[in-house]
């Protein structure tokens, strides 16, 4: 697919003049934040690599140095958790948002650059499917290049040629997760986090029978995973937001195509973002039960208040008065002037109540106020330990 028709397709796209007024919000509400990802864009163009973004699932603490070709299965100190986020391509992501903040054109080089070498040294095969291309990691991508490439929509380095490449992946990444459904992926975060990506290729390359398989799919999942409390069954807190995350994302995306919300995937949405209400720390925090990290929780709170101001009004308001005043980094670019003039239009309270009994999952969260203890960190605590996603 040329580059002409492939954007034009996207309903997502940013309006023109819309992605330097994200730049100039994120640097009004988040300058701490955007000096994080320029840091990691910068990395990205050198190499570099150290993952230590709010959400990453595998976090590190030392950098990483390659040169082209990238060795795509180097695996530090014999961490194959390295490897699974390195192939992830979040870095993606930093990479269109410096872009976007500065105009420099190394940016959209490293991007185009680092996904040529992918696309050039991982195939799919049996033995890729073990590491580079699991399910999770396609899933993942899915949604790391069909948001990236839009940031660079403009640059001259996004030529036809590159887009024929990159379209012809998507598509190779659309049919594998089409064919990759298993019996545990239904119960599993694996699954949902699969086909959040496979609607996200799906939308992009308009290919209705993904869109299809990918709500079917989510559809039975929600129905499946979470307990009428909110809470994800696996029970940790980390799951649970990646899964949320996932959910939002896909409702995200489905209102800006224009289609119907999925009324049993809205309403699973819905209670997972209560669930957050419900164990929000004083810090602003998630607990750190299961395998989880210690992750400011304000992001999926504002994320949560936009997409429900217009689906559930009261839900929003608290929402909005468990997280900030102002939307957070990522909303402000996934959902640009719509999304902040959302977030702005909704007044703010705290729960009446203070106490939860999530029955279901056997969890009871006391407080003895909604005050918030100031002065935490925007980025989260890390643990000394790795965890492995399953």
Not at 56 to 71: G, H, L, V
Request: with cysteine; charged share 30%; proline share 3%.
């Amino acid at each position: 697919m040329d580059k002409k028709t492939y954007f034009e397709k996207q309903r997502n796209r940013y309006k023109k003049g819309e992605l330097a007024w994200c730049a100039k919000m994120a640097r009004k509400w988040h300058e701490e934040e955007c000096s994080h990802i320029l840091r990691i864009a910068d990395e990205a163009v050198r190499l570099e690599f150290l993952f230590d973004l709010s959400w990453d699932m595998e976090r590190t603490y030392k950098k990483e140095t390659f040169a082209y070709p990238i060795c795509w299965t180097y695996m530090p100190a014999e961490d194959e958790e390295f490897v699974y986020q390195m192939n992830r391509h979040r870095y993606f992501i930093c990479l269109g948002q410096a872009y976007a903040m500065t105009g420099d054109e190394k940016y959209a080089e490293a991007f185009v650059q680092i996904t040529k070498d992918w696309i050039g040294h991982v195939p799919l095969n049996e033995e890729s499917k073990k590491i580079t291309w699991r399910e999770i990691e396609a899933g993942i991508r899915g949604e790391n290049w069909v948001k990236s490439i839009l940031y660079f929509e403009n640059s001259p380095l996004i030529d036809d040629a590159f887009m024929e490449l990159f379209t012809k992946s998507l598509e190779e990444h659309g049919e594998y997760l089409l064919h990759a459904h298993r019996g545990f992926q239904i119960s599993s975060n694996w699954g949902v986090i699969e086909n959040h990506g496979l609607l996200f290729i799906g939308l992009a390359l308009d290919n209705s029978l993904y869109v299809e398989t990918a709500l079917k799919r989510l559809e039975q999942e929600a129905g499946i995973q979470v307990f009428s409390d909110g809470v994800h069954w696996e029970q940790s807190c980390m799951y649970h937001n990646e899964v949320l995350h996932c959910f939002l994302e896909s409702l995200r995306l489905l209102k800006i195509w224009g289609k119907s919300l999925p009324k049993k995937l809205l309403e699973t949405t819905v209670r997972m973002a209560m669930a957050n209400v419900a164990w929000k720390k004083p810090d602003g925090c998630q607990p750190i039960t299961g395998d989880s990290d210690e992750t400011p929780l304000a992001d999926m709170l504002s994320a949560s208040a936009i997409l429900l101001a217009g689906e559930g009004r009261e839900k929003a308001e608290i929402l909005k008065g468990c997280a900030e005043s102002y939307p957070d980094y990522e909303s402000i670019w996934d959902w640009g002037q719509e999304g902040v003039s959302l977030y702005e239009g909704i007044s703010s309270h705290v729960p009446e109540e203070r106490n939860f009994f999530l029955e279901e999952s056997g969890n009871y969260y006391l407080r003895s106020s909604w005050e918030k203890r100031r002065g935490i960190s925007p980025f989260p605590k890390r643990l000394s330990g790795r965890r492995s996603w399953t």
